[in-house]
């Protein structure tokens, strides 16, 4: 496994726990562009669209952190690097949102939606693919592509914006 450098984007991906066909080829390859532009995958490191990004991730050696809702490291599925066990339930949800610097929805219900709404409120981008809420803030992508694009243009407009608010 590569040494990951400070600054190195960290990329949320969150959605449906519970697998879902119809978008688990989108999961994965929304994880291959993460691990392909060099940034580090976070999400909630159980099933669904988590264990299918992780997996795309891990396909091209991409690196996976899950922060897991429970005690146990070992639920973590099987493509997560480094499992982080916060005995918190949904609560995790916020620690996702202050560890990514961006956030990509897939699909999700509504423990996705308090990841968005998190996010939102901290002032991070979101970027959603086949979304299953409309909610303003929340950038449309058609293609994990652009999805993964996108995202990494929104911690660079942040990062700058953070400089130039700094000097």
Do not use: W
């Amino acid at each position: 496994m590569e040494r990951i450098e400070i600054g190195t984007p960290i990329i949320g991906v969150v959605g449906r726990g519970i697998s879902q066909p119809e978008l688990r080829a989108v999961a994965e390859e929304v994880g291959r562009e993460i691990a392909r532009k060099g940034a580090v995958l976070v999400c909630g490191g159980l099933g669904g669209v988590m264990t299918d990004a992780a997996r795309g991730a891990k396909e091209i050696g991409g690196t996976t952190l899950g922060i897991l809702p429970g005690a146990n490291t070992t639920d973590a599925n099987e493509f997560i690097d480094f499992p982080i066990a916060t005995n918190m339930g949904a609560a995790r949800n916020s620690i996702i949102a202050h560890t990514a610097d961006v956030l990509i929805a897939i699909g999700g219900a509504y423990g996705t939606l308090s990841e968005i709404a998190l996010a939102l409120k901290l002032g991070k981008g979101v970027v959603a693919l086949q979304p299953t809420f409309q909610i303003p803030g929340v950038i449309l992508a058609l293609s994990p592509a652009a999805a993964v694009d996108e995202a990494l243009t929104l911690v660079e407009l942040g990062r700058r914006l953070l400089q130039i608010s700094e000097a």
